[in-house]
């Protein structure tokens, strides 16, 4: 959750193609959500959540986007997540390079040695501040059949993510 207002930034590869969102935030409270908007190129969504009807959403404490180009190596940072469909999954570790290229090499990536499995995509990883740096986004697999953590993660740098967020909420190009 970025916004007071219940704004949240996910992947566009987690939501692409539901026809119904539902998220439970940590009190255990659950909500509908919309899509905003997203940028299928970049991987990064907006959602809405909506107040059930005849009330109104409570004001949430967002997490605040810290400057991804100010991350250095070897930084500590947290992966946040729902691995497995296990809620509320923290992991620390250390971005292990910058300027990640996939095969499509349409994107760069922060590369990270904190657990990142399915599920975790799409949430936060925060530094030691709680400034969101990076979207979840990947795992790097080095055998085709492998689809559990083997040690690199990747995660979509805050910069890149704030500027979508802002041009699909803002109208900021």
Avoid: C
């Amino acid at each position: 959750i970025v916004t007071e207002q219940g704004h949240i930034v996910t992947n566009h590869h987690v939501v692409a193609g539901v026809d119904e969102i539902r998220v439970t935030v940590h009190d255990g409270s659950e909500y509908e959500a919309e899509w905003v908007g997203s940028d299928p190129n970049v991987d990064v969504a907006v959602l809405q959540l909506r107040a059930p009807e005849g009330t109104t959403l409570p004001k949430f404490r967002p997490l605040g986007f810290g400057n991804s180009d100010s991350v250095r190596v070897g930084e500590m940072v947290l992966a946040v997540g729902n691995p497995f469909g296990l809620s509320e999954t923290v992991t620390r570790g250390i971005i292990s390079a910058k300027q990640r290229e996939l095969n499509d090499g349409a994107n760069e990536y922060f590369q990270v040695d904190a657990v990142i499995n399915p599920g975790n995509s799409g949430g936060p990883l925060v530094n030691v501040r709680g400034e969101i740096i990076g979207i979840n986004v990947a795992i790097f697999t080095g055998q085709q059949d492998v689809r559990v953590w083997q040690g690199i993660g990747l995660a979509i740098p805050a910069n890149e993510v704030k500027e979508v967020f802002e041009a699909i909420v803002l109208g900021r190009p």
